[in-house]
């Protein structure tokens, strides 16, 4: 059967019969943290206690840096051939499609996203971007200097020999395969500090790498709170780099942590207030509205590239926005078990709190909400249904703010110009969608986009060959995805031969 076929009674027995990994991972093995300390992880759907996890400070990662530098030193995995590491990573890549379904389950479980998308992206696309970093291994070359014929200048690239990956809840094993993948490749050792709502899928998939042959010690899974454990990495001397997803907010203070430590090298991929433009010559507004709505709502809106700002001609405005009322009423929200269901709940009473506090403050600005999505049978978890505001204008606190949950704010402007301003008018810069049937006009546009990626006639953040990263406040120091990713993990080291 196709795990696609799964239904939700087997999808529940399924989560019934998970073994929850709910200790830390040092060196190799499952650990309580030093202190006994733990915390809870709630089931967001429901709002159920599933389990506690050990909750590390700043003694736990001490100890996961210790080992993490002994193994380097060692050289188990930095010195190894590289072939070695590709095939070690590439086992690492297939043991994750084996174990596909229970993967996904325990990733909707804790996250509350539709099994659905666990099924046939976060989990399958986990292991696509191990395996394309994996491949890379032994593709990479260094470099020579055009130095003239008296010398010889080679630039060659060394992996930093501790570096952390501090993650978000929103694509908990994504996000970990875009900074795993590259930082493994390279032949660091790393400390992963998993967001704490979404602990499980990380340390399932360190015990993968175990069992693919990743030495013990090369990646180590301290779980834990932001203020505990994400400070303690961040102000810890034996890590030579920290690659951070998450908000603007908790990036900034990285940069801080890395100052008043040992400034590592600090790489942030941070929040977005991503708008959709759609100009006069868009063409079937049909098919744009099922791009702009697969772009607002995706994940609940909690997504850095969630478009949700769409920008349109006013003279468009009102077919554009029939088309995609309709459309927003196919993307079905409840219970996250339920196959059918494309949109599951948000992840955390926080989270609630915030984008309804947002939904408020758009009508108490005077934004007009044309149109409020179902909730369909569920268990009374986080949930927010789609919301549509139109009438908005570009000072509005829902037109600036990144709200992270399905709010989608209607602008309209008068032309290409007003549309550009309006885009760019915003403190961040991740991801923008052009809608135009004109390739000049398109280009055009896209050079003019504020945006670390900009998708024509589509929503995408590209693919494992794109870089990833945001202009102004939603990023900072280098690229997820590519060939660029690896980069976060190395020095370049000169080495100049006297050849007179
Ligand atoms: P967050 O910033 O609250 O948390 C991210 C990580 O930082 C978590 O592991 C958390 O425990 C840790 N952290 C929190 N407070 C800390 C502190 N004081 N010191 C050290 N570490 C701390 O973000 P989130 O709520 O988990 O994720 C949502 C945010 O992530 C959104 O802003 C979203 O746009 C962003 N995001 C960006 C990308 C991207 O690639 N640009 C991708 C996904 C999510």
């Known amino acids: 059967m196709s795990d696609s076929a799964l239904t939700r009674d087997e999808i529940v027995a399924i989560a019934n019969g998970l073994s929850l990994p709910t200790q ?24 159920s206690v599933i389990t506690s996890i050990a909750s590390c400070d700043a003694v736990d990662v001490d100890r996961a840096v210790s080992a993490a530098q002994a193994t380097f030193d060692s050289g188990v995995w930095s010195k190894v051939h590289p072939s070695e590491r590709k095939a070690t990573l590439k086992r690492l890549a297939e043991l994750i499609d084996r174990d596909r379904v229970e993967l996904a389950v325990l990733e909707s479980l804790e996250s509350g996203k539709p099994i659905r998308d666990c099924l046939d992206i976060d989990v399958p696309e986990t292991a696509r971007c191990i395996e394309w970093f994996a491949e890379g291994i032994d593709k990479i070359l260094g470099q020579s200097s055009p130095s003239g014929n008296e010398a010889l200048g080679l630039i060659v690239r060394e992996p930093i020999p501790v570096v952390a990956c501090v993650l978000p809840w929103n694509f908990p094993l994504m996000m970990l395969s875009w900074k795993i993948g590259p930082a493994l490749a390279v032949g660091s050792s790393i400390i992963v500090k998993p967001a704490e709502q979404t602990s499980m899928t990380a340390l399932k998939v360190a015990a993968l790498a175990s069992e693919a042959g990743v030495p013990d010690g090369v990646l180590n899974i301290v779980t834990g709170l932001g203020e505990t454990a994400g400070r303690s990495i961040g102000l810890h001397r034996g890590i030579g780099a920290v690659s951070f997803t998450g908000s603007t907010e908790v990036g900034r203070l990285f940069l801080h942590y890395s100052a008043d430590s040992n400034l590592k090298r600090t790489v942030l991929e941070c929040g977005g207030k991503n708008p959709c433009v759609v100009l006069s010559d868009a063409g079937d507004l049909e098919a744009v509205a099922k ?49 059918d ?26 934004a007009d909400l044309v149109y409020d999505g179902k909730l369909g049978p569920n268990d009374g978890g986080y949930f927010v249904s789609p919301k549509i505001f139109d009438g908005v204008t570009p000072e509005m606190t829902i037109a600036r703010d990144e709200i992270f949950g399905p709010v989608m704010a209607v602008i309209a402007v008068d032309d290409d110009e007003h549309a550009i301003r309006v885009a760019n ?46 202009f102004k406040q939603s990023g900072f120091g280098g690229r997820d995805k590519s060939v660029y990713a690896y980069d976060q993990y190395v020095e370049k080291k000169t080495v100049w031969i006297d050849l007179s």
């Open 24 to 47: 830390a991972f040092v060196n190799g093995e499952f650990v309580d943290s030093a202190s006994g300390a733990s915390f809870e992880t709630v089931n967001p759907a429901n709002r």
């Open 291 to 339: 791009h702009a709505v697969n772009a607002a709502f995706w994940n609940m809106g909690q997504n850095c590239t969630a478009n949700s700002r769409l920008i349109v001609p006013r003279a468009l405005k009102e077919e554009l926005l029939s088309h995609v009322i309709t459309e927003s009423q196919n993307w079905t929200m409840g219970d996250p078990f339920d196959p």
């Open 425 to 470: 008018d915003t403190d961040y810069g991740l991801q923008a969608s052009v809608f135009t049937r004109d390739i000049t006009r398109a280009h055009t546009i896209a050079r003019r986009l504020d945006a670390g990626t900009v998708s024509v006639n589509c929503y995408s953040e590209g693919d494992n060959t794109t870089p990833f990263g945001g």
């Open 341 to 366: 269901n494309l949109l599951g709940s948000l992840i955390s009473d926080e989270q609630f709190e915030k984008v309804n506090g947002y939904i408020a403050t758009g009508s108490a600005e005077g």
